[in-house]
C-alpha cells in the first residue's frame, strides 16, 4: 500500500481530513491519522487551528479544535505569559463565532473541551473561568478578564443568554470538573485545582441554577435541553464535589442548595430520564451528599400519584426505558436509605415503599427474560438482611420493626420462589442461549439470597420450604413438580448453612420419609427433567443428615442408581452416590455386593456415561476402604477391577481393526478408572490414628507379598500394557501416572501404595515423557521425604543421573524452560531429605553442571523457572542441620557457588527481573546474608563493574544497597522492600508509576 | 454505576493478574512503546473494572469452615486469621474436591471507601 506524503499546503490538510471520514481501511485510516498528528504536532500547528476552524466544514473545524488541543497538550510550554491571555482570547472568540454560526454541538463541545485544557494548562492565568465565559457569552465577544469587571452579575447575565450560548456554558462547566477530576490528586502540586474549582463554584451554581430552576407556573416553557445539560452539569459537579470533599475536606457549600430542584425534574416527562439518572448516581455514587430535606422531598415524589402511576405502568410488565428507570430509582433509594425505611415500616411512606418492592417481586414473566425489574431487587434484599442482622443483638433488638422486617424478608422469599419456577419444556425451547443462562443466574442469585434470609430468619424458613414440598407432594401424581422443584432448589442453597439441630433433622426426616423417591422413581408419573436433576442434586447436598440418619440411605440409593441409567441424569446421580458413599462408608459395607450388582447393569448399557462410571467406581471403593480387614477388600476389589480389565480389553480389538482413536479413548477410560478406585480406597483425611500402632508390616505383606499381591501386580501389569500398546503416548503416560499418584499421600500401604522401585521402573522406561515423569517423580521424593517413610535413596540417585543426563542434553535452561523448571523443582525436592545423594553425587563435573544449570536458570526470562530456581538456592543456602560430612560438602559447594549466585542475583535485583519476581529473588539473598560471613565481600565485588547492574545506579546507590542489605540481617519485609528501591533506581524514574 | 471520579482500591493490583499486568506495563515502557502516565491509567481502569467484575458478574461462590483464631477491625479493615479450614466449592457440574489448609488470612475492605457511605 502506498504511503502518504506529508501534505504540501493547508489545502492538502483538509483533503486528508475529510479522507479520514470517509470509508476506507483501517490501516490507511491510520496512516492518515499519523500524518495529520504530526502536522498538529508541528511548530505551524497553532497557526493550522485558527485556518481550520476558519472554514464551513464541520469535520474540518472539529479537527481545528482538536489540533488546538493537542498543541496545548504537546507544546504548552512555548506559549509565553504575554501570549497566555491572547490564546484565551481567541479561543472564547472561536467559541462565539462558532455559536453565532449555530455551528453543531459536536464543534461546540470540542470547542469546550479545548478551553479546559487551556484551563489545566494555564489555571493561575484564567482562576475566574466560568464567570469569564458567562460574560464574554452574554455580550457576545471575546476579551481580557479586566474589560468584564464592571459587568452585572452573572445571574442577570444569564436570563438574557441565548439557549445554544448557555449549553456551551454548561457543557464548558461540566467538561471542566470532570477533567480537573482525572488529575493526579494525590500529587501535592495539584491540589491548587481544587481551590480554584472551589472559587468557581458560585458561578457554576448560578449557571446550573439558571438552567434547571423551575418557573412556578409554567415548567413546560423550559428548554428541556437546556435543563438536561443543567442537570448534566449538576450531576458531575456533585461527584467531583463528593470526593474532594472526602480527600481535601473541603466545602462546597452552595451545590447542595440546587439538589431539590434537579429532584423536582423528575416529574416532568421531558426531564424525567436525565433526572433519574442524575438521582441514581447521587444516591449511589455520593449519598453523602443528600440532606435530609432532600431524602423526604425524594421520598414524597416516590409516593406521589406520579409515582403510583409509574409504578403502575412498571408492574404490568412495560419494558419502556423510562419504566425501567423508574424501577432502578426506587431500588437505589431504597437502598440507600434502608436504615431508615425498615424503622419507618409502619408509616404510611415506609408502608407504601415496601408495598412497591414486593410489587416489583410478581412483575409477570420468567426473569430477566421477560421481567428486568425484580433482578435489580437483591442488593436492597441483601442490605435489609445485613442492617437486620446488625441490628440484632443491639439495644433496640426487641423493637417490633426487627420482627416486622423479618416478615417482610419471608414474604421476599416466596415472590422469588414464585420466580424460579422452571418454565414448561415448550417455553424453555423458544429461549436462546443467552436466556437460559440469563435464569440460571437469575436462580444463583435467588440460591445466595435465600441462603442469607436463612441466617436471619433460621430454622422457620427451613420448615416453610420443607412444608412446602410435603405439601405439594400430598397431591401425588398430580403434585406441581415445579413448585417442587423450586423448594427443593431453595433446600439445596441451604445445604452448607444448615447445622446439625435436631429440629432441621427433624424436618429433613419430613422430607426424604416422605412419598418423594417413590413418586421420583415411579415410571407413571410425568416430572419435568429439571425437577429430577434438582432432586438427585438434594441428596447429595444432605450427604450428611444420610449419615447421621441411615434409615433413608435405602430409597435415596435406589432412586440415585435408577436415575444413573438415564443419560442427561447420570452426572449429577453419580456425584450425589459419591457424596452419600464418601460419608456413609461404614454404614454401607453390607450394601456392598448390591452396588457392585447395580454398576455390572449401569456399565453393561451401551449408553452407560464415562464420568458417571469413574464416579460410581470411586464410590464403591468409598465402602470398600471401610471394611475393616485387608483380606475382606480382596474380593470387592477384584471385581471392581475386573470392569476395567473388561474394558481394556476391548483396546486390543479394536486396534487390531485400525481403530486407534477409540482404542485410546477406551486406555484412558481405564486408566481413569484406575485413578477412581485408587482414590476411593484412600483413607479418609478424618481417620483416627493410632499411636500405640508399632508396624505396619502385616498390612504391608498383604498387598505386595501375600494375597493381595497378585492383584497389584495386576494393577501394574494393566498400566504397562496400556503403555506399551500406544507406544508411550504422553496422554497415557500421564494418565498411568496419575494412577501410581493415588497411593503417594497414604500413610500405610494398600493396594494402590507401589513400591518405589516398581514406579521409578515405570517412569525412567516413559521418560520420554519428561515433565510429567519429573513431577511424578519429585512427588514420589517428597511422599517419601516424611517421618516413618521409606527412604529411597537409590530412586532417588537414578533420577539423579536422569535429571543431569536432560541437564547435559538443555545446556542452557532458557533452551527448554519448562522442563527446567521441572528439573530445578526436583532437585529442591531432594534437598528435605536426601541431600547427601545431591552433595556426594559422582562424578563431579556432573554434579558442577547441575549447579551451573540452577545459577543460570535465575537468569531466563520465564517467571516460574526463575522462582523455582530462587526456591532451590533459598532451601539450600538455608540447610544447617545436616551430619558433619554432609554439612561440609554443603559448606564447600555454597562456598563455590555463591560469587556467581550473588552476581545473578544483583542482576536480577538491578532492574534484570520484573517487578513481580522482586521479592523471591531477595530471598536467597536473605539466606545469604544471614548464614554467610563473606556475604558482603561477595556482594560488594559482584556490584563494583562500572555501569552493573545498569548505568542508572551509581557508586553509592550501590553502596548504600549493601549496607542496607547487610544491617537488616535478612529481616523478610524491609529487605523486599530496599530490594524493590534497587530494582526501581536501576529501571528509571520512568517505573515509579505505580507504588 | 461509578463515574469516572469514583476512587477504588488498589488492591487487586497484588493479585496474580494484577502483578502480570504490571509487568506487561513495564515491558512496554521499557520498549518505549507506552508511556509511565499511560500505565498508570491502565492500572486505575484496572483497579476498577476488576472491582466491578467481581461485584457484578463473578456467580461463583463457595464456602469454607474453620476456627476464628485472631479477628481484628482497624482503620474499616477487618482482618480474620481462620484455623483448618476447609473450601467448599459450588459449581455447575461439580466444581473440585474440598481444598484444606492450616492457615489463611482474610483482609477485606468496605466495598465503598469511609465517607463514601
Not at chain 1, 653 to 681: F, M, N, T, W, Y
Request: proline share 5%; with cysteine.
Amino acid at each position: 500500500m502506498a504511503a502518504i506524503p506529508p501534505p504540501a499546503s493547508l489545502d492538502d490538510v483538509v483533503s486528508l481530513i475529510h479522507r479520514l471520514y470517509q470509508p476506507s481501511s483501517p490501516e490507511e485510516l491510520s496512516r492518515i491519522q499519523d500524518v495529520l498528528q504530526e502536522v498538529q504536532r508541528s511548530p505551524s500547528g497553532w497557526q493550522l487551528a485558527d485556518y481550520l476552524l476558519e472554514r464551513q466544514d464541520q469535520h474540518v473545524r472539529f479537527f481545528g479544535a482538536l489540533t488546538f488541543t493537542v498543541k496545548l497538550n504537546s507544546d504548552w510550554k512555548s506559549v509565553s505569559e504575554d501570549d497566555v491571555p491572547v490564546l484565551c482570547a481567541k479561543l472564547i472568540g472561536w467559541l462565539v463565532s462558532l455559536l453565532n454560526e449555530n455551528s453543531p454541538p459536536l464543534v461546540v463541545k470540542k470547542l469546550c473541551s479545548t478551553l479546559v485544557v487551556f484551563f489545566i494548562r494555564f489555571a493561575d492565568a484564567w482562576a475566574d473561568c466560568i464567570r469569564h465565559l458567562i460574560c464574554c457569552l452574554a455580550v457576545g465577544r471575546a476579551g481580557p478578564v479586566e474589560e468584564f469587571a464592571e459587568m452585572p452579575p452573572s445571574p442577570r447575565l444569564l436570563v438574557s443568554m441565548k439557549p445554544n450560548a448557555k449549553l456551551a456554558a454548561l457543557w464548558f462547566t461540566a467538561i471542566l470538573v470532570e477533567e480537573v477530576g482525572k488529575v493526579d490528586t494525590k500529587n501535592i502540586k495539584n491540589y491548587h485545582y481544587c481551590l480554584k474549582m472551589q472559587s468557581n463554584e458560585p458561578e457554576a451554581v448560578e449557571l446550573i441554577k439558571s438552567a434547571i430552576d423551575m418557573p412556578g407556573s409554567a415548567p413546560e416553557s423550559v428548554d428541556p435541553l437546556v435543563v438536561e445539560a443543567g442537570l448534566k452539569t449538576f450531576q458531575a459537579w456533585v461527584s467531583y464535589v463528593a470526593r474532594a470533599t472526602i480527600e481535601f475536606r473541603l466545602e462546597f457549600p452552595l451545590l447542595r442548595n440546587l439538589t431539590q430542584t434537579a429532584i423536582n425534574w423528575l416529574a416532568h416527562e421531558s426531564t424525567f430520564e436525565p433526572a433519574c439518572d442524575v438521582v441514581i448516581d447521587v444516591l449511589s455514587q455520593s449519598f453523602s451528599f443528600i440532606t435530609a430535606d432532600d431524602n423526604l422531598r425524594l421520598a414524597t415524589i416516590l409516593t406521589s400519584e406520579w409515582a403510583v402511576e409509574r409504578y403502575e405502568l412498571l408492574v404490568t410488565g412495560d419494558t419502556d426505558w423510562g419504566s425501567i428507570q423508574f424501577g432502578r430509582l426506587l431500588i437505589t433509594f431504597a437502598e440507600a436509605t434502608v436504615q431508615k425505611l425498615a424503622k419507618s415500616l409502619h408509616s404510611p411512606a415506609g408502608r407504601a415503599m415496601f408495598e412497591m418492592l414486593h410489587g416489583m417481586l410478581k412483575i409477570p414473566g420468567y426473569p430477566p427474560i421477560e421481567d428486568e425489574v425484580s433482578g435489580t431487587t437483591f442488593e436492597f434484599w441483601g442490605s435489609l438482611i445485613e442492617y437486620l442482622q446488625d441490628a440484632d443483638g443491639e439495644d433496640d433488638s426487641d423493637d417490633p420493626w426487627i420482627n416486622d422486617c423479618q416478615m417482610e424478608v419471608k414474604r421476599a422469599v416466596e415472590e422469588f420462589w414464585r420466580k424460579i419456577r422452571i418454565p414448561t419444556h415448550q417455553e424453555l425451547a423458544m429461549w436462546g442461549r443467552d436466556q437460559k443462562d440469563g435464569f440460571m443466574s437469575y436462580r444463583k442469585d435467588v440460591a445466595d439470597f435465600v441462603e442469607a434470609a436463612y441466617s436471619l430468619l433460621g430454622a422457620g424458613l427451613f420448615r416453610q420450604l420443607v412444608d412446602q414440598v410435603t405439601g405439594a407432594l400430598a397431591h401425588g401424581a398430580n403434585a406441581s413438580w415445579e413448585e417442587i422443584e423450586a423448594s427443593l432448589f431453595c433446600l439445596n442453597a441451604l445445604s452448607d448453612s444448615v447445622g446439625e439441630e435436631p429440629c432441621e433433622d427433624r424436618y429433613l426426616d419430613q422430607l426424604f420419609g416422605s412419598n418423594l423417591f417413590s413418586l421420583l422413581v415411579d415410571p407413571g408419573v410425568d416430572i419435568p427433567l429439571k425437577a429430577r436433576i434438582t432432586s438427585v442434586s438434594i441428596v447429595g447436598s444432605y450427604a450428611s443428615f444420610f449419615e447421621r440418619r441411615p434409615n433413608h440411605l435405602p430409597l435415596a440409593l435406589n432412586f440415585l442408581f435408577t436415575c444413573i441409567s438415564t443419560p442427561v441424569l447420570a452426572r449429577n446421580a453419580s456425584r450425589s452416590i459419591s457424596s452419600l458413599c464418601s460419608s456413609c462408608r461404614s454404614t454401607l459395607t453390607t450394601e456392598l455386593y448390591a452396588f457392585l450388582q447395580q454398576y455390572e447393569i449401569f456399565a453393561s448399557s451401551p449408553h452407560a456415561d464415562d464420568i458417571a462410571k469413574e464416579r460410581v467406581l470411586c464410590a464403591i471403593s468409598f465402602v470398600i476402604q471401610a471394611l475393616p480387614s485387608e483380606e475382606q477388600k480382596l474380593d470387592p476389589v477384584s471385581k471392581l477391577l475386573g470392569h476395567v480389565e473388561k474394558d481394556a480389553s476391548k483396546l486390543l480389538a479394536l486396534l487390531q481393526h485400525a481403530q486407534p482413536d477409540e482404542a485410546k479413548e477406551i486406555a484412558l477410560l481405564s486408566l481413569r478408572c484406575l485413578v477412581a478406585i485408587g482414590k476411593g480406597l484412600q483413607a479418609p483425611d478424618d481417620m483416627p490414628v493410632d499411636l500405640e500402632a508399632s508396624s505396619t508390616a502385616s498390612y504391608s505383606s498383604y498387598w505386595q507379598a501375600s494375597e493381595g499381591a497378585p492383584l497389584q501386580a495386576k494393577i501394574v501389569e494393566l498400566v504397562h500394557m496400556l503403555c506399551r500398546a500406544f507406544q508411550g503416548d504422553g496422554e497415557i503416560v500421564d494418565s498411568a501416572c496419575c494412577v501410581f499418584r493415588t497411593g503417594f499421600a497414604e500413610t500405610t500401604p494398600g493396594l494402590f501404595v507401589f513400591r518405589p522401585e516398581v514406579i521409578t521402573e515405570f517412569l525412567l522406561e516413559y521418560r520420554a515423557r519428561t515433565e510429567t515423569v519429573l513431577a511424578t517423580a519429585s512427588t514420589l521424593v517428597s511422599s517419601h521425604s516424611t517421618d516413618g517413610s521409606t527412604e529411597i535413596s537409590m530412586q532417588a540417585r537414578q533420577f539423579l543421573d536422569f535429571v543431569i543426563d536432560l541437564i547435559v542434553q538443555i545446556g542452557d535452561p532458557q533452551n527448554e524452560p519448562e522442563i527446567a523448571q521441572s528439573i530445578v523443582e526436583f532437585v529442591s525436592r531432594l534437598l528435605r531429605r536426601y541431600v547427601d545423594v545431591l552433595v556426594f553425587y559422582q562424578p563431579n563435573d556432573r554434579l558442577e553442571t547441575l549447579f551451573l544449570f540452577a545459577l543460570n536458570s535465575l537468569v531466563v526470562r520465564e517467571t516460574l523457572v526463575k522462582k523455582a530456581a530462587a526456591n532451590f538456592w533459598t532451601q539450600f543456602l538455608g540447610l544447617t542441620d545436616e551430619s558433619p560430612e554432609v554439612q561440609a560438602a554443603v559448606d564447600s559447594i555454597t562456598a563455590g557457588c555463591s560469587p556467581r549466585l550473588v552476581e545473578k542475583l544483583c542482576w536480577s535485583l538491578g532492574g534484570g527481573c520484573q517487578r513481580s519476581e522482586v521479592d523471591s529473588i531477595a530471598e536467597p539473598l536473605r539466606k545469604l546474608v544471614t548464614r554467610h560471613v563473606r556475604c558482603k565481600s561477595w556482594l560488594t565485588e559482584a556490584l563494583k563493574p562500572a555501569g552493573f547492574p545498569t548505568a542508572n545506579v551509581n557508586e553509592k546507590d550501590k553502596r548504600l544497597f549493601v549496607e542496607k542489605i547487610m544491617c537488616l540481617r535478612g529481616k523478610r519485609q524491609a529487605t523486599n522492600q530496599v530490594a524493590k528501591e534497587f530494582w526501581l533506581k536501576a529501571r528509571g524514574t520512568e517505573f515509579a508509576y505505580v507504588s | 454505576m461509578a463515574t469516572a471520579q469514583t476512587p477504588y482500591y488498589e488492591l487487586y493490583r497484588r493479585s496474580s493478574i494484577g502483578m502480570a499486568l504490571t509487568d506487561a506495563l513495564d515491558d512496554l515502557i521499557s520498549e518505549g512503546r507506552i508511556a509511565p502516565q499511560l500505565a498508570m491509567k491502565i492500572l486505575s481502569n484496572f483497579d476498577r473494572h476488576v472491582t466491578e467484575v467481581l461485584a457484578e458478574k463473578v456467580k461463583a461462590n463457595l464456602t469454607f469452615k474453620g476456627s476464628l483464631d485472631t479477628y481484628r477491625f482497624c482503620d474499616e479493615v477487618w482482618t480474620f486469621l481462620i484455623k483448618n479450614v476447609t473450601f467448599k466449592f459450588q459449581q455447575q457440574g461439580g466444581g473440585p474436591p474440598a481444598v484444606t489448609t492450616d492457615k489463611i488470612k482474610i483482609v477485606s475492605c468496605n466495598s465503598k471507601r469511609p465517607g463514601e457511605a
